[in-house]
């Protein structure tokens, strides 16, 4: 509905979103989403009024600005969200050339990096690299939507610094390949194949369905609004995800710029990941966007000042899950050992609303290191405000754990 009435009215829209347009913003606002650019921030940094039911049942609502960096996105714990007042921003156009770039160019390695040997290097120079890692750099810092799509062991990435909304048909077409897709993923002739033929024939298909126009000629140009919604029908292919939020460090050499290198090591770090396998566990897409920081208090990009690599791996559902758990571990342990140049660790951590259950973070599980170490201060502030909404409302913690608690909230903060 929302992005019908952007459309029609033509003045007014988000200046980011997720990508999948089936979602409610409550839904989206409670696990503190994100969508892509290095100007923008989360969701929940953009709500200026926040509209619940509390424990009691009574409607509230809360526009302190202090008191939303909790509220807006406080998993639920507040009660009931009903609906939350958005700050929009002029609507203005988006002018896009999606493009397909070998894949040692499209995101190139740093220097120095050992690619896995499968990777064919023939007719590559340091000449070649040291023009992509510009190019790379360049997209970074001056295009305003960031996003990089690398399919399994296809030899492209999909590079999408924008893709417009499609057509009314394209739409539907869109629609349709997701629906066909999970049908065809859960045939038993499809499961009968081997993990690494699966991932082959889904990272094949789904490179081929994406577009590519190199040319400035025939870039497509759209509202913003309908931009950030570039892939219609997504819900309708269930998906295994796991991401992390690494905070992009400060240029060891270069105060007050970013460590590209960083962005381009976590990208390498799962392909590597990927090519070390031969179960082939991951079977969707290696995806990465570029975020900046937030202020909410629990946001995992909160306090990344120099921007945050949002980077995730995705498989299909019959993908076993001792495989998935496992390389999800091994990619947790890459993009959780990153350091900056002092030698601190990067307060790497993971989406909320996606997978992480069962990892273990530099010997410690999961559950530990985000209370002990990747939120060792920002849970006890978030608890104090919690405390100060409910005197503020007229009820009590204890209340908002009773009614909309559960065991996870339980362990993790309090």
Sequence with gaps: MFREWCLQNRRWCLPFNVIMVEITFGGSNGPICHGAGLSTTTLSDLVAEFHYIDPHGNK???????????????????????????????????????????????IPPPIGYKIPDVIDMSGVTPEDLEKARQEFVRR??????????????????????????????????????????????????????????????????????????PDPKKAIRTLTSEALHFRRGIQNMRCLDSEWEI??????????????????????????????????????????????????????????????????????????????QSFLQQVADAWTGYTDSNGTHLNSRPHWAKEWAGLTVRGQSIEQYLKEVAYKDAIPEFRAMLEKIATAQGTTVVEMRDRFGNPLLERLIF
């Design 60 to 106: 509230k609502s809360i526009s302190d600005p202090d008191q939303l960096r909790a509220a807006s996105g406080c998993f639920g714990l507040l009660g009931i969200c009903t609906a939350i007042t958005l700050r929009l921003d002029a609507m203005s156009m988006a002018v896009m050339n999606p493009v397909k770039v070998p894949l040692v160019l499209a």
């Design 140 to 213: 970074c810092e001056e295009d305003y939507y960031l996003e990089w799509f690398w399919y399994p062991l296809t030899k492209d990435v999909w590079v999408n610094t924008w893709k417009t909304y499609p057509s009314p048909f394209d739409a539907l077409i869109q629609w349709g390949q997701g629906w066909l897709t999970e049908q065809i993923v859960n045939t038993d002739i499809f499961r009968s194949l081997s993990g690494r033929v699966q991932a082959l024939l889904m990272g094949q298909v789904t490179l081929g369905a994406m577009p590519h126009i």
């Design 247 to 324: 905070p992009i460090p400060e240029a060891p050499n270069n105060p007050g710029k970013r460590d590209h290198s960083s962005v381009q090591r976590a990208w390498w770090d799962a392909i590597s990941v990927v090519y070390s396998r031969d179960d082939g566990p991951m079977r969707l897409a290696l995806e990465m966007r570029l975020t900046g920081g937030s202020n909410m208090i629990l946001a995992p990009q909160r306090g990344n000042n120099f921007g945050t690599t949002s980077i995730e791996v995705l498989t299909i559902p019959n993908t076993p899950r001792d495989q998935w």
